[in-house]
């Protein structure tokens, strides 16, 4: 099973709302990863966890808070966006954080805010 | 810090033709890896191929080829004997080699479109 699933597939927000995205897998890796993408260009890290711990933040807005609860679960909780927060959201994971291993994408999640 | 250049934001190819999809890098670091991942209108990023910059021999995978030109810092692919289903974007990324943990660098992305 090389399947990294995420959901919704798509969520509409108003700019008050609070929501989660959700990411999973069930391949054993014990590094995930969170990218935001706009149409046509490429995803941009948000962030990565290591172990279940924040590896890595890229300086992103506190209105995206990250959770990782276990090795195989990933959350993205979001509250109050903005309207530029519209975008393509992916999750990842890889075996480890070494660069030699294959970072397997999911879907991703087709997030708009009104 | 590393950046990865795909000078080609569009390209066209007939079917069953070959087609070579252009990406340039750089970086000071010996120890590297290279990569092309392909994101089809479903979204889902799927890596075609990938390069240890320490093997000179290039990869090679069904009908997806790179030419690695380490001194050159280049690492093109190419798509043999093109299908339909080979429509997408086509991004070039590069990673240090690091245990802990390295950021993918993307290029821009090539949108390729395949003919009937």
């Known amino acids: 099973d090389t399947e990294v699933t995420q959901t919704p597939k798509h969520l509409v927000m108003g700019m008050t709302n609070k929501k989660s995205l959700k990411c999973e897998q069930h391949?054993?890796?014990?590094?995930m990863y969170w990218y935001k993408q706009k149409a046509k260009k490429p995803p941009e890290l948000m962030f990565v966890?290591?172990?279940?711990?924040?590896?890595i933040n890229e300086s992103v807005p506190s209105r995206f808070s990250p959770e990782c609860p276990n090795s195989s679960l990933l959350n993205l909780h979001l509250h109050a966006l903005q309207p530029e927060d519209s975008a393509l959201y992916l999750c990842a994971s890889s075996t480890t954080l070494d660069s030699l291993y294959e970072q397997y994408f999911g879907p991703g999640t087709r997030l708009t805010v009104t | 810090a590393q950046t990865v250049t795909q000078s080609q934001p569009e390209m066209s190819v007939q079917e069953a033709e070959t087609v070579t999809l252009s990406c340039t890098y750089d970086?000071?670091?010996?120890?590297?890896?290279l990569f092309w991942y392909k994101q089809p209108p479903s979204r889902q990023m799927i890596l075609v191929i990938r390069q240890e910059a320490y093997k000179q021999q290039n990869a090679t995978e069904n009908r997806f080829s790179v030419n690695f030109q380490k001194a050159a810092k280049s690492f093109s692919l190419k798509i043999s004997d093109s299908q339909l289903g080979d429509a997408a974007m086509y991004f070039c990324?590069?990673?240090?080699?690091?245990?802990?943990?390295?950021?993918?660098?993307f290029g821009e992305g090539t949108q390729l479109t395949v003919n009937p």
């Open positions: 970086t000071s670091e010996s120890d590297y890896y």
């Open positions: 966890y290591s172990y279940e711990k924040l590896s």
């Open positions: 990324a590069y990673r240090r080699g690091e245990t802990s943990g390295s950021r993918l660098t």
């Open positions: 391949m054993g890796h014990r590094a």
